[in-house]
């Protein structure tokens, strides 16, 4: 059983765990409905308990929750449960900066303020999944405030949303998203166009990029070496592929094993095969 400090609306309340010390926030339809301070709660399956322990900042979660309108909870719980429903298990002590991003999202809206990301299109591909659980975000946001959030918006909570899936902070999966971009770039000037990015060779080379330094990241190393075959076969590619990985070493500052390269030339190859043939 807990015992409420705060009732914060409907479906939310701040509570102790009878004879604790410890603080949680309890988010479950009507769980804190009509309920008063020092009131007992026992919560169903169907509630999530959230501990304002955790993290490095317990202090800093404490206010923020009590400082923010509580559905901007309830809608980064919503979002969860989706992430949990298509993913399995999720971090969800990523739902308080979430539900801060959201309702900072909310206070640009009003204001008129746009936020510009430049990886927006690159989130999409390389988090297709997430970008579309976060989609739920400009759902409920349309429901509750009556605002429609943009693209660049939802591409922000769908980096917490792979955050909290792939125990991965959402400045590093940002990180990543900027590194593949750049290598992207590198790959279209060598062509000297644009790669179409509804390609499939397009959808498979930006994920190889973003495994490859999800790789990196973790020191996990490939087994089967193709390095010679593929230089000899396709010398171009192989070039280029040498210069986007030693690239990427320097930008993630991460030690990239030569055995990538090979690998990478290949998904180049398949892309300057599609582009020479329009």
Same mark, same amino acid.
């Given at each position: ?41 026992? $919560? ?12 490095? @900042? $317990?202090?800093? !979660?404490?206010?923020?929750?009590? *400082? ?11 979002? %969860? ?21 959201? /309702? ?11 936020? /510009?990301? $430049? ?6 591909? %390389?988090?297709?999944? @997430?970008?579309?659980?976060?989609? %739920? ?7 509750? #405030?009556?605002?429609?959030? #943009? ?16 125990? @991965? ?24 166009? *644009? ?29 089967? *070496?193709? *390095? ?6 396709? $010398? ?6 040498? !210069?986007?990985?030693?690239?990427? @070493? ?7 094993? #030569?055995?990538?390269?090979?690998? %990478? ?14």
């Amino acid at each position: 059983m807990y015992r409420v400090t705060k009732a914060l609306n409907h479906n939310a309340v701040l509570a102790i765990e009878k004879d604790g010390t410890k603080e949680y926030l309890i988010l479950g339809k009507g769980i804190g409905f009509g309920k008063k301070v020092s009131e007992y709660i026992s $919560p169903t399956k169907d509630c999530h308990i959230y501990s304002l322990q955790n993290g490095q @900042e $317990p202090q800093n !979660t404490k206010a923020l929750i009590r *400082n923010m309108n509580p559905k901007y909870l309830e809608i980064a719980n919503a979002i %969860l449960d989706k992430a949990e429903k298509e993913f399995g298990a999720v971090d969800r002590s990523i739902l308080f900066p979430m539900a801060d991003h959201i /309702s900072f999202a909310v206070k640009r809206m009003q204001k008129g303020e746009e936020i /510009s990301n $430049p990886l927006t299109q690159d989130i999409q591909v %390389l988090f297709y999944k @997430e970008y579309k659980i976060a989609m %739920l975000a400009k759902e409920l946001l349309e429901e509750s #405030d009556h605002i429609i959030i #943009d693209e660049h918006e939802i591409g922000y909570i769908a980096l917490h949303v792979h955050s909290s899936i792939c125990d @991965e902070k959402v400045s590093n999966a940002m990180q990543i998203a900027a590194a593949v971009r750049e290598c992207i770039s590198m790959i279209e000037q060598d062509i000297g166009k *644009n790669i179409d990015v509804q390609t499939i060779s397009y959808n498979r080379l930006m994920n190889h990029i973003k495994y490859m330094a999800a790789r990196a990241l973790t020191n996990e190393e490939l087994k089967l *070496n193709m *390095n010679d075959y593929i230089a000899q076969q396709f $010398p171009n590619s192989f070039r280029v592929a040498t !210069t986007v990985c030693n690239h990427l @070493e320097h930008h993630l500052k991460v030690h990239l094993p #030569d055995i990538e390269i090979g690998y %990478l030339a290949m998904h180049i190859e398949r892309v300057y095969a599609e582009q020479t043939t329009e």
